[in-house]
Antibody, heavy 122, light 110 residues
């Protein structure tokens, strides 16, 4: 079965860029029908959608973050990535990568990574 | 502050039926499907309900979803101790052009 695993630094300095990678195993990221997605959750708080990328390269981002967010896909490595620039303490959160199945509708994140904690601090 | 509104907490005793509400607006729940997620302590969320009332394979039929207008509900019947978790609703928002979540409801099994 398809599994997702996030990786990246657990500590990022303020004003720097947060970079995370999600490795897809058990299936090909190149298969259509899925949006590859990033979602975050500050400690003790709710979920916030960051953005998504389709295999075609088409992207869509949360409007509150879109000036700082970029995502990309590397089919050769079966990975997709997130870059969030100019981070502040408010970006401290658990970051999840997730798969959104188009056939289930916009908002159906059917597979999630385990999440990775990122702290923004000097 | 979340776009979708959920009660912060809910509770029930084993065997009971519990419902969790999710209130939105015409730009999200009122015009799009609702999704429900279960997040056990220390774990990633898990998709419980999609397209308002559909269960993914493996989700017990004790979990059911419904939608009316700009509001939705998740019902859990035959409550079990392992149902103690945070529950989140979600829906696409046409104005924001992206999915939005509720603030989450912490379910306690007494």
């Amino acid at each position: 079965q398809v599994q997702l695993q996030e990786s990246g630094p657990g500590l990022v300095k303020p004003s720097q860029t947060l970079s995370l990678t999600c490795t897809v195993s058990g299936g090909s990221i190149s298969s259509g029908g899925y949006y590859w997605t990033w979602i975050r959750q500050p400690a003790g708080k709710g979920l916030e959608w960051i953005g998504r990328i389709y295999i075609s390269g088409n992207t869509k981002y949360n409007r509150s973050l879109e000036s700082r967010v970029t995502t990309s896909v590397d089919t050769s490595k079966n990975q997709f990535s997130l870059n969030l620039s100019s981070v502040t303490a408010a970006d401290t959160a658990v970051y999840y990568c997730a798969r959104a199945a188009v056939e289930l509708g916009h908002g159906a994140f059917d597979i999630w990574g385990q999440g990775t904690m990122v702290t923004v601090s000097s | 502050q979340s776009v979708l509104t959920q009660p912060p907490s809910a509770s029930g005793t084993p065997g009971q039926r519990v419902t969790i509400s999710c209130s939105g607006s015409s730009s999200n729940i009122g015009s799009n499907s609702v999704y429900w997620y279960q997040q056990l302590p220390g774990s990633a969320p898990k998709l419980l309900i999609y397209r308002n009332n559909q269960r993914p394979s493996g989700v017990p039929d004790r979990f059911s979803g419904s939608k009316s207008g700009a509001s939705a509900s998740l019902a859990i019947s035959g409550l079990r101790s392992e149902d103690e978790a945070d529950y989140y609703c979600a829906a696409w928002d046409d104005s924001l052009s992206g999915p939005v979540f509720g603030g989450g409801t912490k379910l306690t099994v007494l």
